[in-house]
């Protein structure tokens, strides 16, 4: 069981002349095998979250559990896999030799075989392709493979679709909800996008900039599998709506 | 397709050498050039004798040379890593180069005669000194230039710093090293050749010196020659090396200029 837990998380940075709050008074929990979407007005702190949970920055306050552990411990078990907003796939290595890295790195028999992996992304024939041979949308498949690679008990995705296109884009969501549902990994996706973040998640996130908040927490019930036909349904357009008007709201009304 | 890469990388060199050979030879017809400057046929003209002395000098001076340069790309790199891991070291070791390359060589080489003799290991120690500056700071700047992005992966996928050296910094570095591999092999025969100078029985450096005193001005043209042309080749083969491994990459933009 791998739940994130944030209890009155708070992140500053400290900048020469002044101090910035990027997180303040965060708790929540993100059960299980959930899918999350974060979503809010850029600078509000999403990618800030996202690297606490993965231990890359220490929070300033508050304490962050990942199944019951400490991120560092998650961490250094390779428990967590994480997708940037730029593809960071290294340019000298063939897609199969960065899909593969973290296997290396962990030293440890593949949990996945990272020729599957690229497979399932789609890539299939481009194992020794260079990340500089392949389009944009390509290479953030690779980096979701390199993140798949171990398994990750939880996978943080920071805007990784917000340079493709919207027919490719649509293609890697229902790609991503099946591995997700497949591997039943913990996943929290960034986007700027209302109708990625309620076609993708149960709970959707809007965050409220300086400080960053949690400002809403709208809850998705439309049933699984997610199919694209559904983002015509009114049910659908509906949620959205509810989201949007929680995104442009000052954030004195809290949507059902 | 290495023949056609061949073609590109040597034909407008060569080009380039044939018109100032062709010019110097008519200009020496003219009576335009000094008598310390031979026509390139009067050189030519005495490579068949001269080829078994030649081959002679310029094997230890070859010897020397890449024995300097690796010694002082090793060194480098082993500084430029203490760097990276210890960053503030980083300016201590960079200032310390930087003194290391001030030193006036033409001066200080009759002094390290003393300590260390007139054997190759003076020739040696002299051309590492000359190579070494560009050397580290390729290093310390190729090391510098990985990209903060890639610093989070490794850190996320809980990589030991021994893979981040190996599996980051050192190839993210490959561009930075082979610019300045390029900039350093020159001035490793440069200052093998400075060493020499200071009295040596064998080496091109004591060719010329040899040659000038005994007024064969073909033969020391011989050995300067083939001094450019061997900086020419290792600046080459270097290249060569460098589109095979890092073919990945546009070389950097710094460091270009080189000294
Ligand atoms: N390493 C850092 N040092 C200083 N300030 C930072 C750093 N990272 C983020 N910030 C600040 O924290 C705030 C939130 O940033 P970020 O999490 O990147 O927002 P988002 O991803 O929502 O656009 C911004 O004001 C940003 O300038
Ligand atoms: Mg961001």
Known sequence: ?256 | MTGRLLDGALLPPALVLLAVAVGAELAKAAGLLPVTVPAPSQVLAILPDALDDLLHHAGRTVRSAVTGYAIAAGLALVMAAVALALRMLERPIVSLAVLVDCIPLIAIAPIFVIFIGQGPRLHVTVAAISAFFPLLIGCVQGFRSTDRNMDELFHVIAASRWQRLCKLALPSALPYLFAALKIAAPLALLGTLIAEWMGTDRGLGAMIVYALFSFNVPLAWLAIVTVCALSALAYGLIALAEQRVVGWSRPPDTLAGGR
């Open chain 1, 1 to 256: 069981m791998t739940e994130i837990v944030l209890s009155d998380v708070s992140k500053r940075f400290r900048l020469p002349d002044r101090e910035v709050t990027a997180l303040d008074g965060i708790t929540e929990t993100f059960r299980s095998g959930s899918f999350t979407a974060l979503i809010g007005p850029s600078g509000c702190g999403k990618s800030t979250l996202l690297r606490l949970i993965a231990d890359v920055l220490p929070p300033s306050t508050g304490e962050i559990r990942i199944g019951n552990h400490d991120p560092a411990i998650a961490r250094r078990s390779h428990e967590i896999g994480f997708v940037f907003q730029d593809a960071s796939l290294l340019p000298w290595r063939t897609v199969l030799d960065n899909v593969s890295l973290p296997i290396e790195v962990a030293g440890k028999a593949p949990a996945r075989d990272p020729r599957a992996l690229i497979t399932m992304v789609g890539l299939a024939g481009f194992e020794q392709a260079r990340p500089s041979q392949l389009s944009g949308g390509m290479q953030q498949r690779v980096a979701i493979a390199r993140a798949l690679a171990l398994e990750p008990k939880v996978l943080l995705m920071d805007e990784p679709f917000g340079a493709l296109d919207e027919i490719t884009r649509q293609r890697m969501n229902l790609e991503l909800l099946d591995i997700w549902k497949a591997s039943g990994t913990t996943a929290v996706l960034v986007t700027h996008s209302i109708s990625e973040a309620v076609f993708m998640a149960d709970t959707v996130l809007v965050l409220s900039a300086n400080p960053g908040r949690i400002a809403h927490r709208i809850h998705i019930d439309l049933p699984r599998p997610r199919r694209l036909e559904m983002m015509r349904l009114p049910a659908f357009n509906a949620v959205e709506n509810d989201v949007r008007a929680a995104l442009f709201d000052d954030g004195t009304r809290v949507p059902a």
